[in-house]
Each structure stands twice: as C-alpha cells, then as structure tokens.
T-cell receptor, first 115, second 113 residues
Framework: EPEVTQTPSHQVTQMGQEVILRCVPISNHLYFYWYRQILGQKVEFLVSFYNNEISEKSEIFDDQFSVERPDGSNFTLKIRSTKLEDSAMYFC?????????????FGPGTRLTVL | AQSVTQLGSHVSVSEGALVLLRCNYSSSVPPYLFWYVQYPNQGLQLLLKYTTGATLVKGINGFEAEFKKSETSFHLTKPSAHMSDAAEYFCAVRGGGADGLTFGKGTHLIIQP
C-alpha cells in the first residue's frame, strides 16, 4: 500500500540554524500538508499546499517557515532560524482529491530537537 | 472555527471489555469527522471517518463511531478490547472551508491484561 515517507526520522540542530524536513507524498496525491505536535500537546495544522502554492496556513506558520515542492515527488518544510520552541514532531500528510471528507494520509513524522 | 474536545487523556480498560473514547466537536457548519490512531513511533493512521449519510460509521480493527449532531459528538467504540489496541487515539474535524484538520489532544488507551 502506498504511504507517505519522511526523512530524517530525527533531526537535532542548534538554535538559529536552518533545517529542512523532507517528505515524499503518495504519488498521485494533489494536496500536501505539514502538521506539528509539541510533546504532550495536540497535533496542530501548519500549512496546506496545492498546485504549487500555499492554499491555507495557520498562525503558527510565520515568516520563519516555508514550503516547497522542488520536483515531482518531494515536499519540504524549511525553518529558517530555529528556536527552542520549534522542537516538536513534524508530520507530513497528503490527500488525493478535493472532497472535504477525503482522507489525509500521514507520514511517520520527523522529530526535531532544537538545542 | 472548529474545535475538538477529547474527554480523558488516558483511558484504561481490561482486555475483552468495551472501549469508549469520547469526542465532542464544535463547528459552524456540518463537519467532516475523523478518528486517527497512532502506535508508538509511527504516524497517524485513519481508523474511520464521517462525511455524509449513515451516522454510524465502521472502521478498521473493529472500531466504530456514531455521529450525533444534537450532541455534537463522535464517540469511538469497540465491543471487545484487544491488547493490540493500546495506542494514542485522535479525533479530528474539518469544515467551514478550512483545509487543515483540527485535532483533539488525544486519548491514550491502555489495555489491562
């Protein structure tokens, strides 16, 4: 069964450094997402991406964050200058269709630790 | 704006007993509702979802949930718990034109032997 993959599984970085988290969505999917989960808290929506542009973003997704689909398979989340509070599990998700009830399929996550 | 409340951050049941995980939502429009499960060190896996039509929804692994509009609830049940059901369960809502899912805080299900 096709699945969303994410690399790396764990990333450790120093405060102020740039990080890029990578995701390979399911191949025929058109809509892509990033979520994060700070330890002990709920999963929070960051951004959605469709047709090579951001379609929706939350208040969390400020100027420090950016997303890109550099080729036909990868979807990346860049954090320009990491802060301690960016430490979290970051999940990528994708879905195929435009229907509101269509399923978002999640990857296994990247645990980001900012020191 | 949507919101989700999951009552009980931890629920413990005996193997073979009924599992009931509670979820209440708030949405200004008819919502789409989802239950996801997260096993240790894994991503979120869809258990079941409600979009339209039948309010009793059956999912994988013997789970089901009933959409009750009057109670704004979407509780998850399973008649007989199995040790393999031990995991974190998340209720989520999508609606009102929003693309992203709004999640509850999750319920950690513990199965006692």
């Amino acid at each position: 069964e096709p699945e969303v993959t994410q690399t790396p599984s764990h990333q450790v970085t120093q405060m102020g450094q740039e990080v890029i988290l990578r995701c390979v969505p399911i191949s025929n999917h058109l809509y892509f997402y990033w979520y994060r989960q700070i330890l002990g808290q709920k999963v929070e929506f960051l951004v959605s991406f469709y047709n090579n542009e951001i379609s929706e973003k939350s208040e969390i997704f400020d100027d420090q964050f950016s997303v890109e689909r550099p080729d036909g398979s990868n979807f990346t989340l860049k954090i320009r200058s990491t802060k301690l509070e960016d430490s979290a599990m970051y999940f990528c998700a994708s879905r195929a269709y435009s229907g509101g009830g269509d399923t978002q399929y999640f990857g296994p996550g990247t645990r980001l630790t900012v020191l | 704006a949507q919101s989700v409340t999951q009552l009980g951050s931890h629920v413990s049941v005996s193997e073979g007993a009924l599992v009931l995980l509670r979820c209440n939502y708030s949405s200004s429009v008819p919502p789409y509702l989802f239950w996801y499960v997260q096993y240790p060190n894994q991503g979120l896996q869809l258990l079941l979802k409600y979009t339209t039509g039948a309010t009793l929804v059956k999912g994988i692994n013997g789970f089901e949930a009933e959409f009750k509009k009057s109670e704004t609830s979407f509780h998850l049940t399973k008649p007989s718990a199995h040790m393999s059901d031990a995991a974190e369960y998340f209720c989520a809502v999508r609606g009102g034109g929003a693309d992203g899912l709004t999640f509850g805080k999750g319920t950690h299900l513990i199965i006692q032997p």
